[in-house]
């Protein structure tokens, strides 16, 4: 398997505009995570779907922030409009459940200037 | 609430060394527990996990962990660490219900020569 595939990898854009995360979860997987990483919070759990359904979205930062997960194999992280201190790592994850291993891709690397 | 504690944020020890890593949790039954390691620039990788059974947890690169109920700990040792270790650590508590796993603030490892 490919494992978890986020793009882009990495992203500069400028504060004010919109920003579009997406990630592809392992084949089977029915739980999908939205992590942040900062030197600052660490890794938060922004939000997490089963079986594309949101579950949790209590880390959301705010309403510019939104995640959709339109099928089972697909989901977006948006943020609009985006700002400096929006600038971090987003991961995303999966797994088969919720008490079993998590599966994180590589990262999106999100710099806003 | 669940929730995870690394209370050391840096580690420096010399290659071939024994490494113990600290991680506390705090939950009312018993957890299912995690170690992840990330390596600069790359998402987080399974190192080892506990369920339930055997106390002493034996995982990928030469990494044990234990779980002490009593101290609500779950360390996580090797005896020997290559400069191929330096990385960071995360400690990660899962619990029953839709809760996802919640991760440890996390702890750097810096391995000299």
């Known amino acids: 398997d490919a494992g978890v595939i986020q793009s882009p990898r990495h992203e500069v854009t400028e504060m004010g505009q919109e920003v579009t995360l997406r990630c592809k979860p392992i084949s089977g997987h029915d739980y999908l995570f939205w992590y942040r990483q900062t030197m600052m919070r660490g890794l938060e759990l922004l939000i997490y779907?089963?079986?594309?359904?949101?579950?949790?979205d209590s880390g959301m930062p705010e309403d510019r922030f939104s995640a959709k997960m339109p099928n089972a194999s697909f989901s977006t992280l948006k943020i609009q409009p985006s700002e400096p201190r929006d600038s971090a790592v987003y991961f995303c994850a999966s797994s088969l459940d919720i008490r079993n291993t998590i599966y994180f891709g590589e990262g999106s690397w999100l710099t806003v200037v | 609430a669940q929730s995870v504690t690394q209370p050391d944020i840096h580690i420096t020890v010399s290659e071939g060394a024994s490494l113990e890593l600290r991680c506390n949790y705090s939950?009312?039954?018993?957890?299912?527990l995690f170690w992840y390691v990330q390596s600069p620039g790359q998402g987080l990788q399974l190192l080892l996990k506990y369920f339930s059974g055997d106390t002493l947890v034996q995982g990928i690169k030469g990494f044990e962990a234990e779980f002490k109920r009593s101290q609500s700990s779950f360390n996580l040792r090797k005896p020997s660490v290559h400069w191929s270790d330096a990385a960071e650590y995360f400690c990660a508590v899962g619990a029953e219900g839709r809760r996802a796993l919640t991760f440890g603030s996390g702890t750097r490892l810096q391995v000299q020569p």
């Open positions: 939950y009312g039954a018993t957890p299912y």
């Open positions: 779907f089963n079986n594309n359904v949101p579950i949790d």
